[in-house]
């Protein structure tokens, strides 16, 4: 069964002035291990899909199950709490908490989840060692460069144990070199801890990681390919 | 982690933050100032109302709507045992008052006698400090003048006054008395009117025939005794005959008028707090709009709102808590010092404070209630200036808190 499944969804902004219609009837499934990009031109409804996937905007019409979940019938706190123990987040930028050390800002999701401390301490320490910022744990954000920031947020998105993540151009803001450390890296998570990455991009390379490529286009799904990676 | 966010985030401008503090500080130190000196002064004015007139007073029932000779009453020891099941009572002052005429020479003048046993009165007021001329009571047929009264009927220490007044139960009282010594208290009304002589020679003056004759009795009380238990128990055993008021009734025109000082003390206070509560919402306000990106991704990643609610109360709190701390440190010695070391005064002001009869000393209050009280209202205020910023968290749109 897929762990997402989206169906004939709308999403119109701005219904009251001048209206944008930035989904226009997409239908997507999900399955569990997926390393898949949404891809398309500025403006397409790639930013908005991925909202509405990750619980964070409701679609203007059309439904968007989470496994037996459909997120429209949860109130706003559920969907909160929701998003909390079932979905992983990878923003472009401002994604950890200044004043929180990289170990702190990975914890901060497990805390919020009451997960025992010993068991946050091991998942942390493990998850910091596997994006390579094991050295750098007690760093603020502050003290990190971009790559490494987002690295953070790839632990601390893992150390929730989600059922997928969702990064909307990640790699917007770094450099060839940490764009390519940070995919081979979210490549690496989606092999060893079985997660499902969908991600937005606009970036070939990470186009050219992606097992699935899902084509937006003025609202509209016009493409869908799988390839063998 | 949820404290170490907000602890943190309160010193990331530390400035700011510093700022903020410091209006909280300046608010509360000129309250603490104010509050500590007119809670002060009208601490030593109810005290020395106090020490005058006693915690409460046993007269006849009526007596006190109407002073007259005709309510006084006799004492034969019945009340000893009363006063003894009482522990709290530290002192009981009898007294014997009435009006009469005294003359010397060609003047004659309206007066009040006060009928007072010298030991005890003067342990309980310090009268025989307050002789300027002379000596205190030490015999029978003394009598002790005010000074102005001395001027009027143009009399020496030595010289024989001649008193004639109504005594109990429509005699006629009369009699002639040594003055052995002029007085020199505070008021100008007592230096004029007031005679005292001795309890037993006021008693054979307006009444000869039967001993014991009294207008009232003043109960002193241990310190921060309640009065009104005492009360209820004294007139359970005097019964009806006798009426206990409380020295809030006897001095209610000096409560009446320190209570309008209050208020407007209360407004002034208002005024600074209401400063100082800017001062940590305008922080608490900048501190709000520069992290909604922040609250954003803590709300996208799972955080409910009540919980973001709680760190930023917290972090106001620990604002207002710096400025309260530090006024604390300054103003908690600097009071007690004040208290112990109190300003003295001079000039008009020092005769205002004859005419209230207290001394002419600005002293000092400084309570751990006054602290207390004053840190609680700042903590409440800042707990107002957080509604803004509890607002925000409650409503604002994750999405386009992180767009813009
Ligand atoms: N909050 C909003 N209010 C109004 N219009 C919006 C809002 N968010 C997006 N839009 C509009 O919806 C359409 C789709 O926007 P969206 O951000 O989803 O595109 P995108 O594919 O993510 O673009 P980009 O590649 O530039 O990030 C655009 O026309 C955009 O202007
Ligand atoms: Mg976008």
Not at chain 1, 128 to 153: C, F, M, T, W, Y
Not at chain 2, 55 to 65: A, K, M, R, S, V
Not at chain 2, 194 to 223: C, H, N, R, W
């Amino acid at each position: 069964m897929s762990i997402i499944k989206a169906e004939g969804i709308y999403k119109t902004y701005n219904e009251t002035h001048v209206p944008v219609n930035a989904l226009n009837g997409v239908d997507l499934q999900i399955e569990q291990g997926e390393f898949t990009a949404i891809v398309g031109p500025s403006g397409s409804g790639k930013t908005t899909l991925l909202n509405i996937i990750g619980g964070l905007d409701l679609p203007s019409k059309g439904n968007i199950f989470i496994e037996q979940t459909n997120l429209k019938d949860l109130s706003s706190k559920q969907l909160i709490d929701f998003r909390l123990h079932h979905i992983g987040f990878v923003f472009q930028a401002y994604n950890l908490i200044p004043v929180l050390t990289a170990k702190e800002n990975t914890e901060f999701i497990m805390v919020l989840q009451k997960r025992p401390k010993k068991e946050r301490e091991e998942k942390v320490k493990e998850l910091l060692e596997a994006v390579g910022i094991g050295d750098k744990a007690n760093h603020r954000p502050g003290q990190l460069s971009g790559g490494q920031q987002q690295r953070v947020a790839v632990a601390r998105a893992l150390a929730s144990q989600p059922k997928y993540i969702i990064a909307d151009e990640p790699t917007a803001n770094l450099d060839s070199k940490s764009t390519h450390e940070l995919l081979d890296l979210m490549a690496d998570m989606n092999k060893k801890y079985q997660t499902t990455f969908i991600f937005a991009t606009h970036d070939q390379r990470v186009m050219d990681k992606a097992r699935r490529i899902v084509t937006l286009d003025d609202g509209k799904i016009t493409s869908d390919e799988t390839f063998d990676r | 982690m949820l404290a170490a966010i907000a602890w943190r985030n309160v010193w990331r401008n530390r400035r700011r933050t510093l700022i903020a503090a410091a209006s909280v500080f300046t608010a509360m130190v000129l309250s603490l100032f104010m509050l500590s000196m007119k809670q002060g002064s009208l601490y030593q004015m109810i005290a020395a109302g106090v020490n005058q007139v006693g915690n409460l007073q046993i007269h006849d029932t009526g007596y006190w709507e109407n002073k007259s000779l005709d309510r006084a009453f006799f004492e034969h020891g019945q009340f000893n045992p009363v006063f003894k099941s009482i522990p709290e009572i530290t002192r009981v002052v009898p007294h014997l008052q009435t009006f009469s005429l005294a003359s010397y020479g060609k003047q004659t003048k309206g007066i009040v006698i006060s009928g007072i046993d010298p030991r005890l009165e003067d342990q309980q007021s310090g009268l025989s400090r307050k002789i300027i001329d002379g000596h205190y009571l030490s015999g029978r047929d003394e009598v002790l003048i005010g000074e102005l009264m001395a001027t009027y009927l143009k009399m020496n220490v030595g010289d024989s006054i001649v008193l004639l007044g109504q005594g109990y139960r429509g005699i006629t009282a009369y009699g002639i008395y040594k003055v052995a010594g002029i007085f020199n208290l505070p008021s100008r009304e007592m230096n004029s009117n007031l005679l005292y002589m001795g309890l037993k020679d006021a008693q054979d003056f307006v009444y000869p025939y039967e001993k014991g004759l009294l207008t009232g009795y003043s109960i002193y009380l241990k310190d921060g005794t309640q009065e009104m238990p005492i009360k209820k128990q004294l007139e359970k055993q005097l019964g009806k005959k006798y009426e206990i008021i409380s020295w809030r009734t006897i001095l209610s025109d000096m409560l009446q008028t320190i209570s309008v000082g209050k208020i407007s003390n209360q407004v002034f206070v208002l005024i600074l707090y209401l400063i100082a509560a800017f001062g940590i919402f305008s922080t608490v306000l900048m501190m709000t709009i520069e992290k909604r990106k922040e609250y954003a991704i803590m709300i996208a990643l799972g955080m409910q709102r009540g919980r973001l609610v709680w760190v930023s109360v917290v972090e106001t709190i620990i604002v207002s808590i710096v400025g309260v701390l530090a006024a604390l440190t300054v103003m908690v010695p600097l009071l007690t010092y004040m208290h112990f070391h109190p300003v003295q005064v001079s000039g008009e002001m020092a005769k205002i404070y004859v005419l209230y009869n207290l001394e002419p000393i600005m002293p000092f209050l400084a309570s751990p209630e006054l602290f207390l009280s004053q840190a609680a209202i700042i903590l409440g205020l800042s707990f107002f200036s957080a509604v803004y910023p509890i607002l925000y968290i409650l409503k604002f749109n994750v999405l386009n808190a992180y767009r813009h």
